[in-house]
């Protein structure tokens, strides 16, 4: 399925699988490799966690992360391919159970026992192919070269995050003031006052004047 990370850059702003797989050395690419496919590989609840532990060194493990390669290396031109073709995340339709082909490129280094093209004869071996671990263990050996070159990308990375996480909950927060509702409850009494002032006043000159 394509994933919906593909709607969020334009064609010529998607990093190519070549881009991916230069690792750490490529950070924006990287950063989004990170961001997008690491938590599906982990689990998205244990990755939010990972980030949440202040005692988080790895967000995942060397084989977590070729294997996450590995995925994204076996089906990034299919995916691309049926975006491309559907104009954007295609729909999915329930109940249907006829099998369309949206792409005629097949998955890199796995096959499913199923038809991915019009005109493939169905396989017979399903999982990865001889290729596809071979390509694992050279990914592997590549990512632990990786991760020692440039072991503070995962601290930087959860430290981005984190800021970006805060940064929305702080721009939401209002300075509330101590508003008083307008009324005029004691604009009313004062009249009365007043008049009985009037009143005292004008007593007092009557009587002054009978003396």
Known sequence: MCPVWLSELAGKDRFTIEQFCEGRKNKKAYNLFYTKFIPAVVGPELFRQRLKDATTVDLCTASDEAFTLLLLENSYARWVNIYELEGGIPSQRRGDTK??????????YTRGGIKLSSDQVSQKQKGWTQDGIKRFNALFASVMKDRLRRPTFDAKFIKHVRERQTQPIQSKKRKYENVLAAHSLWDEDKPEEHASEHDDSDSNSSGGGTI
Do not use: P, Q
């Open 99 to 108: 099998r369309t082909f949206t792409s005629d490129i097949e998955a890199k």
